[in-house]
């Protein structure tokens, strides 16, 4: 058991309430600083893409026990339903009882700040953190940057405040600390299929909808309620950019001819789509995320990644899982346990980085390429048969609990296994035949 | 003739103090703040790298007159003088006549504030820039950040403040701005060579000095009252590293079994290398550089590099000529010359950071390795018959004007183009052959 600490964190968001669980189980005093409203008072923002919890989600939430009050607002997606110009295809995420799970990131976030309370942890709204002393824990509030500032001292202060961290701000200005943001040339905008009149989904509910176009794309993820939420990702500038929208006919004109059957399903189309803000997707990095034992980033504020895998917030989750590993294995010595978090989590925030910015190009090409579908129909025959050898990169990432950094490894050299086999005369009929099979067999042996 | 604008520089560095003068010749009223006292008033601070000016810095100078001014601070370099442990070589930089040139920082930045105040710019020392209003150049100056802050407004402002640049800063924040900072895991330490007695060097003076030991190195430049600026760079941790010299023992034996030839002319270095402070290396890019006809950013502020091309100050003086030409190019158009020249600066900004980074490996081990050696001498021999088809890197770089990012490619198609070269049978003796000039010819025409 770990001696009882007073802890600030930093951002109530997901991760942030999460954390606050885990530290109230290990007996420690948490005090939670948001410079927003009770989520739970207010309306959300309509500038959210709904989130897709998966294995690593589940782990940390079940891992404190909360993994079932969060089951009862999420909604299983086995496949994918790839909506062409012309027809609509599904395809299966993983094996038989595999999925992912439509969430609402506001409802999942008033819930986990219920949670959080219910175990102990005080809430602090409205309080803006402008700065923190990094060698003493300390937070400095205030109205506003340039008025007068509180002091609050700490033992520990992790910083669980988003992509643009106040916390990781002051970190930042040390010598030596390695850092970059790369801001994607794609926004996204928000977008709503309602529910029918009796209360039931438009689309399948079980299904990730995606409209895949090549540079932009749309997707549509269930809600409880019937409706689904949208998002449609497309670059800000040149053809078929957001740039181009400028009015409700060209927006009409564009979904008509672009994602015709999504014409019927979207009623408040041009409304929500002058209404809705366009959001900008960042690539943010850095390094170290930890000072001696007194801050510790966590989340988003250390790895804010592109939302195309589905995994900022499981990667968020994971850190979670992976810093509560590191109190159990060394007791009070917060200086070890906070630099071999940093030491395990880095390598993997890059490599779900990576993954994350490449899967755009799955999502919104790819998943409209017969080559690409062939290849998927090949690993997954292969992988049937032998589990063991072919684990699809997909799978290892989103079900199974092992580093992002070997998932990345691993579906790497998958792939140059998978374009020779794509080489291979008259693959199209015969890529479920045991020659495919001996072939793959043959190349996984040479590795 | 530009219609003249109020325009205030932030940094009174090389590049600050330079572009005053260009801006001033254009007609332009100029301010160049800086939060430091005048260096002409103070001591120099013992953390400085002497600057290599070569083609690109000479351009700029004599594009306003003023290099002739320069050329009587500088001493030529036309060669490196390899110090093995048991060996001296030396190896020409180019071709007959061509060198770089060796200048301290501090004489240098002195006589350019003085050539700029000359040309009725107009100085203000130890004045804090805390932040700036982007929309309308608006500086706000006070003596601390939390403190009263006085507002200026100019017609344009330039973020001439290097690396840690307070008007990048507040362009960091808006959305979209693109930024890394990466540090090198070497440090370094300036030291010091002084004159002979009678005012001669101790070593030869047209050379630049290098001791190549793999993972760290010792270098020399030559000034004007006989004494060399040598600067070590080394690991902070592990093997060989600064973390492990600890007391002035360990510095002396160090020194004495790496460095054999160093320790007569280098008597103080003990003392020096405690009292000198360990400084660190980093790249930093960004963008976008300016903001639509207010705020543009250059020099170090934009594009920090490491110094292993003795470039960052050619690089940014070479911004300076390229922002000259948009003026001339586009008039008042002020929008439009800060949009050209950072779409015209930027890829080379990038590229000269990349090969600044790769040098460290050609200088600390590379010039150590005989088969670097031997390309080297092959390059010279066919550029010398072949001055057309084969420019080597260095002299690209360095003796040209082409543009950074012209040069990194043809460099990478030449190393490949060597590499095959290396690995003909016997190169060691028919290096200097009919047989390997036709490879050579024959590789050329390949690509």
Same mark, same amino acid.
């Given at each position: 058991?770990?001696?009882?600490?007073?802890?600030?964190?930093?951002?109530?968001?997901?991760?942030?309430?999460?954390?606050? +669980?885990?530290? %109230? *189980?290990?007996? $420690?005093?948490?005090?939670?600083?948001?410079?927003? !409203?009770?989520?739970?008072?207010?309306?959300?923002?309509?500038?959210?893409?709904? @989130?897709?919890?998966?294995?690593?989600?589940?782990?940390?939430?079940?891992?404190?026990?909360?993994?079932?009050?969060?089951?009862?607002?999420?909604?299983?997606?086995?496949?994918?339903?790839? $909506?062409?110009?012309?027809?609509?295809?599904?395809?299966?995420?993983?094996?038989?009882?595999?999925?992912?799970?439509?969430?609402?990131?506001?409802?999942?976030? =008033?819930?986990?700040?219920?949670?959080?309370?219910?175990?102990?942890?005080?809430?602090?709204?409205?309080?803006?953190?402008?700065?923190?002393?990094?060698?003493?824990?300390?937070? $400095? +509030?205030?109205?506003?940057?340039?008025?007068?500032?509180?002091?609050? *001292?700490?033992?520990?202060?992790?910083?669980?405040?988003?992509?643009?961290?106040?916390?990781? $701000?002051?970190?930042?200005?040390?010598?030596?600390?390695?850092?970059?943001?790369?801001?994607? *040339?794609?926004?996204?905008?928000?977008?709503?299929?309602?529910?029918?009149?009796?209360?039931?989904?438009?689309?399948?509910?079980?299904?990730?909808?995606?409209?895949? =176009?090549?540079?932009?794309?749309?997707?549509?993820?269930?809600?409880?309620?019937?409706?689904?939420?949208?998002?449609?990702?497309? !670059?800000?500038?040149?053809?078929?950019?957001?740039?181009?929208?400028?009015?409700?006919?060209?927006?009409?004109?564009?979904?008509?001819?672009?994602?015709?059957?999504?014409?019927?399903?979207?009623?408040?189309?041009?409304?929500?789509?002058? *209404?809705? /803000? #366009?959001?900008?997707?960042?690539?943010?990095?850095?390094?170290?995320?930890?000072?001696?034992?007194?801050?510790? @980033?966590?989340?988003?504020?250390?790895?804010?990644?592109?939302?195309?895998?589905?995994?900022?917030?499981?990667?968020?989750?994971?850190?979670?899982?992976?810093?509560?590993?590191?109190?159990?294995?060394?007791?009070?010595?917060?200086?070890?346990?906070?630099?071999?978090?940093?030491?395990?989590?880095? /390598?993997?925030?890059?490599?779900?980085?990576?993954?994350?910015?490449?899967?755009?190009?799955?999502?919104?090409?790819? #998943?409209?390429?017969?080559?690409?579908?062939?290849?998927?129909?090949?690993?997954?025959?292969?992988?049937?048969?032998?589990?063991?050898?072919?684990? /699809?990169?997909?799978? %290892?990432?989103?079900?199974?609990?092992?580093?992002?950094?070997?998932?990345?490894?691993?579906?790497?050299?998958?792939?140059?296994?998978?374009?020779?086999?794509?080489?291979?005369?008259?693959?199209?009929?015969?890529?479920?035949?045991?020659?495919?099979?001996?072939?793959?067999?043959?190349?996984?042996?040479?590795?």
């Amino acid at each position: 058991m770990q001696t009882p600490q007073k802890i600030a964190i930093v951002g109530s968001g997901l991760v942030g309430s999460l954390l606050a +669980i885990y530290l %109230r *189980k290990a007996g $420690h005093t948490v005090h939670i600083y948001d410079r927003s !409203p009770d989520i739970r008072q207010i309306e959300f923002s309509g500038r959210s893409i709904n @989130l897709a919890m998966s294995n690593r989600g589940w782990k940390a939430l079940d891992g404190v026990g909360v993994g079932d009050a969060v089951r009862q607002i999420a909604i299983p997606m086995d496949k994918r339903a790839i $909506h062409l110009v012309d027809k609509l295809n599904f395809q299966a995420y993983g094996q038989e009882g595999e999925a992912i799970y439509s969430i609402s990131r506001g409802l999942l976030n =008033r819930k986990m700040i219920d949670l959080a309370e219910a175990a102990g942890a005080e809430f602090f709204f409205e309080q803006k953190i402008w700065d923190v002393t990094l060698a003493d824990a300390t937070l $400095h +509030i205030g109205e506003s940057e340039r008025g007068a500032w509180e002091e609050k *001292k700490y033992d520990m202060v992790f910083g669980a405040d988003g992509a643009f961290s106040r916390i990781r $701000h002051r970190m930042q200005r040390q010598s030596m600390f390695d850092y970059s943001q790369e801001f994607l *040339k794609i926004g996204y905008k928000e977008l709503n299929i309602p529910a029918n009149p009796d209360g039931t989904h438009k689309l399948d509910p079980n299904s990730f909808h995606i409209w895949p =176009r090549g540079e932009y794309m749309l997707i549509a993820l269930p809600n409880l309620d019937g409706s689904f939420t949208c998002t449609l990702f497309m !670059p800000f500038e040149g053809d078929n950019s957001l740039a181009e929208l400028k009015d409700i006919n060209l927006v009409k004109a564009f979904f008509a001819k672009n994602f015709p059957d999504s014409i019927e399903v979207i009623p408040m189309l041009a409304e929500d789509f002058f *209404k809705n /803000p #366009t959001s900008t997707l960042v690539t943010m990095k850095c390094f170290p995320w930890a000072y001696e034992d007194k801050i510790a @980033l966590i989340g988003d504020a250390c790895h804010a990644i592109v939302p195309f895998y589905g995994q900022g917030m499981n990667a968020g989750f994971e850190d979670i899982t992976v810093l509560n590993e590191m109190m159990q294995l060394y007791g009070n010595d917060w200086k070890t346990i906070l630099s071999e978090y940093q030491k395990s989590r880095k /390598p993997n925030a890059d490599a779900i980085a990576e993954l994350s910015y490449r899967n755009f190009m799955e999502m919104s090409t790819k #998943t409209a390429d017969e080559k690409f579908l062939l290849q998927k129909k090949i690993e997954k025959v292969f992988s049937d048969k032998y589990p063991d050898l072919w684990i /699809p990169l997909y799978s %290892r990432v989103t079900f199974s609990d092992r580093p992002y950094a070997e998932a990345l490894a691993i579906g790497d050299a998958q792939n140059t296994i998978m374009e020779e086999v794509l080489r291979m005369d008259n693959i199209e009929s015969i890529w479920d035949s045991a020659e495919v099979e001996n072939k793959i067999l043959e190349l996984l042996q040479d590795k």
